[in-house]
């Protein structure tokens, strides 16, 4: 399945790494938070190349819903209880001059990526008292919101959460004109780094400053990223015949939905799971009936689905690796906010190189001190990955494949949604003949 960016947009191919190289910097990784990092880094003087497995936005770039918001559903209140006013206000300001930082690179390149300023609205059908304790905190660190109890949605709510001038646009229009203005090689799988050298399939890459951008770190030593993350999946549909919403709306509720604008089209989206716990399947189907309900007279012309990787606490990691490496850099832990958190990387990573003072770095820095909220995740998540690595002692089902994931070997699940195999422990994924889809691991798996 094939999301509306991809099937519209197609960018120019680039050749693969010719060999051995030497650089400045090199960025693992050609989706949005690399291609914006190589960017930044380019316009500071640091010469910088990308390495790609596959073709440039062809990760989770291509999947997102693309909305550029410092609205990340209900974080500010979270924020201020657990790490304070000021952690939250560095975390509202990178992601707001995220925002203005994308409006003015597409006016100043004159890209036509669709970019449109438009309020955010976090919604309820079952109650206000969240939305109204977010507003308050979103206000009180200076962040433009507002509580209405209207909205354009096909149902009643309880009440919205409004944020005025976000924005959203065409992920891959943007990538692609962005993209020309750094080097590129695609098809150049990075197999390993050690010390300063990123090792591929086509041979070394030697740099000062090496950036983790692949969505979900694969090397597990240092930074030790697959115990203190996990992936969910989400769903989208893009309807035609819908009726027109000028903002975007994002359901807090547990069975809350996903709307925005895309043109003529209205993009829906839901279905959260973790990844590898999605035995029945039914995700796709579900949004299909909501949206027959909301919209009668709509038609789905595009279905397709997306992978975040979450963090113990809610916030990306963004900074250098690990204490132990001081020149490996990464940004990962998105969420379902790719499109801001690509930009306020790209800052931050630009600024931690070259030198330069970076008050926000700290609140998002990998190192940071867990929250007693994150040990509790941090227990949830570990407890599901001992029962992934667990089950691998039990008998298999008969199937093409051997049902462990090649990452640290966890028993694989089959996802009838998608008719892939998914890791439960740490994401990654694998087609039916058990060729990799997404990572953290590197291979595909064994055949029977």
Sequence with gaps: MESIWAAETRIRKRIPLP?????????????????????????AGIGTIVLEADRIGSGQ????????????????????????????FAYASANEDAIEAYERLIREKDIACDFVRCPAYLYSRKGEALLRQ????????????????????????SGVARFDRQACFDPLKFLSAVSEEVTVYERTKVLKVVGNQAVTDKGCVTARHIIFACHYPFVNIPGYYFARMYQERSYAVALEGADRIE??????DR?????????????LGGGSHRTGRNKKGGQYAGLQNRAKAFYPGSRVIKSWSAQD??????????????ARRPEWYVATGFGKWGMSSSMAAAHILTALITGQKCPEARVFSPQRRLTSGAVRELGAHSLHTMRGMTKRILPAENGRIVPNCTHMGC?????????????????????????LIDGPAQNDCRRR
Excluded at 24 to 43: D, R, S, W
Excluded at 62 to 86: E, M, P, V, W
Excluded at 247 to 252: F, H, K, N, P
Excluded at 411 to 435: A, I, M, Q, V
């Design 19 to 43: 060999g051995d190289l030497e650089t400045e910097a090199v960025v693992i990784g050609a989706g949005m938070a690399g291609i914006l990092t190589a960017y930044y880094l380019q316009q």
């Design 61 to 88: 770039t291509k999947n997102t819903t693309a909305k550029i918001t410092c609205q990340h559903n209900l974080i500010y209140d979270r924020l201020i209880r657990t790490q304070g006013s000021r952690a939250a």
């Design 134 to 157: 977010e507003v308050k905190a979103a206000a009180s660190i200076g962040v433009d919101a507002a509580f209405d109890t209207d909205s354009e949605l096909p149902f009643l709510v």
């Design 247 to 252: 903002g975007m709306y994002l359901g807090i």
């Design 255 to 267: 069975d809350g939905l996903s709307f925005r604008q895309q043109g003529e089209r209205l993009l």
């Design 309 to 322: 990787c979450m963090t113990l606490d809610g916030i990306p990691y963004i900074g250098r690796f690990s």
């Design 411 to 435: 028993r694989l699940e089959w996802n009838p949604e998608e008719e892939t195999y998914d890791c439960p422990c740490h994401g990654s994924r694998f087609d039916r003949k058990g060729h």
